[in-house]
């Protein structure tokens, strides 16, 4: 069992940047490939940027290449999802889940969601 907790989440200008955090309990976190999605008001929930257990891959949406990045310290038990130039529609609330399989990661458990909000 993991149980997923998303942070970093706020208020920030279009072009600026932000970090989120996902912290995991139980031990089993570094065995489990992790995601960040998420969902604009009156908009299905979306993928954003997903990575291995081990870090050695990593996928990202088109839409934002080359602005965000994921990454994981398993010794934190901690992903974090840095976001790079911002643009108002990035804003929603952001979730990060953790799964199996590679790279069609059948996600089984989900944070609560942090919200993002871009002005212009």
């Known amino acids: 069992q993991v149980q997923l907790v998303e942070s970093g989440g706020g208020l920030v200008q279009a072009g600026g940047s932000l970090r989120l955090s996902c912290a995991a309990s139980?031990?089993?976190?570094?065995?489990?490939?992790m995601g960040w999605f998420r969902q604009a008001p009156g908009k299905e929930r979306e993928f954003v940027a997903a990575i291995t257990w081990s870090a050695s891959s990593t996928l990202y949406a088109d839409s934002v290449k080359g602005r965000f990045t994921i990454s994981r310290d398993n010794a934190k038990n901690t992903v974090y999802l840095q976001m790079n130039s911002l643009k108002p529609e990035d804003t929603a609330v952001y979730y990060c889940?953790?799964?199996?399989?590679?790279?069609?990661?059948?996600?089984?458990?989900w944070g609560q969601g942090t919200q993002v909000t871009v002005s212009s």
């Open positions: 889940a953790g799964g199996l399989y590679w790279p069609s990661v059948k996600y089984d458990y």
């Open positions: 139980g031990r089993t976190f570094r065995s489990y490939n």
